[in-house]
């Protein structure tokens, strides 16, 4: 049996109120991929109960404690639990010598590979591994991740957009300055810092998330954000940050932002590093993937798409 393939960046989950959902935990735990939890003081005998001591890292502050806002003050942000959490973790992986760090939220289920128009559950760590490896050729991408399954509609999806929103399957880069700095749309807002700078993002669609649609789990964000007015106020602080970028419209039956031209005036191409000869790469690359068939498939037009790509593959 090949060796499992694991990210060669650090896992970070930051949880909050969700020891017994932490989705994400759990299917990293089930892929065999190294990760910590990222949780306040007077919830780690909960999660060290749910997933293992050993997998947590535990904040230096209690809520909205003293030692909290001093952080968030002393960096120029707002004073919003998951902004100083986030800036935290990203200051923990820089200080253990990381050139790169994964944030996954912890509302994901699982990981999927989108191949020949088919949405297949796949391994985590193949699917960060082979992330990294491809951003890693390149010198200026700041920001990189995995798009939701429910965002990756079509069945001619490209294998990855460029120059966009990054969210909740994100790896940073830790040389770049730009920190979260609001609680309103902070993962848009970091995405919009490092592009103005002339920075890339990448969003795959090769690989994508199943993640848990927005106020359908206890904990995290769900009381502090998302009630009352909460998204128009989302949308406009946004709005104030970034004026002509960014304006306030009504989509989905609720108050969402909306980047101007769809995030198309960013145009700043990849640039490979010195040394990096994409022509010498093969065509194709599997890296040890197979179409395995884990369940019985009750679908009858799935089972013969299954069949003709195992007789394909010989």
């Known amino acids: 049996m090949p060796e499992r393939m694991l990210p060669r960046y650090p896992v970070y989950v930051p949880s909050k ?27 780690q005998d909960h999660y060290a109960a749910a997933f293992g001591r050993e997998r947590l890292l535990v904040l230096p502050w209690s809520g909205d404690d003293a030692t909290r806002q001093a952080f968030c ?38 990981i999927r590979r989108v191949y020949q128009g088919k949405r297949i559950p796949c391994a985590a760590g193949i ?37 966009g929103r990054v969210y909740s399957c994100t790896l940073v880069l830790n040389r770049i300055p730009h920190r979260w700095r609001i609680r309103y749309n902070d993962d848009t807002d970091i995405c919009l810092q490092v592009l103005a700078d002339g920075w890339c993002t990448v969003l795959m669609n090769a690989f994508v998330t199943q993640k848990c649609r927005t106020m359908t789990v206890k904990g995290g964000n769900t009381a502090d954000l998302y009630q009352g007015d909460g998204r128009l106020k989302m949308a406009r602080s946004l709005e104030r940050l970034w004026p002509g970028v960014v304006k306030t419209s009504r989509r989905f039956q609720r108050p969402q932002h909306v980047v101007r031209d769809a995030w198309r005036r960013f145009d700043t191409p990849l640039r490979p590093k010195p040394g990096v000869d994409l022509a010498q790469l093969p065509p194709v690359d599997e890296r040890g993937m197979a179409l395995v068939q884990v369940a019985p498939i009750r679908s009858p037009r799935l089972r013969a798409w299954y069949e003709a790509r195992v007789d394909e593959m010989g």
Not at 22 to 31: G, V
Not at 135 to 150: C, K, M, P, Q, T
């Open 73 to 110: 003050a002393e960096r120029g942000i707002e004073n919003g639990g998951l902004i100083a959490v986030r800036n935290w973790i990203k200051e923990h992986s820089i200080a253990a010598g990381w050139e790169r760090h994964w944030q996954l939220d912890d509302n994901i289920r699982r």
């Open 17 to 43: 109120g969700r020891y017994d959902t932490c989705y994400t935990a759990r299917f990293l735990i089930k892929d065999g991929v190294p990760f910590r939890l990222v949780v306040e003081p007077q919830e």
């Open 127 to 163: 699917a960060l591994r082979l992330t990294e490896d491809f951003v890693d050729r390149y010198e200026n991408v700041a920001l990189a991740g995995l798009n939701y399954e429910f965002f990756a509609i079509g069945e001619e999806l490209p294998p990855f957009y460029l120059n």
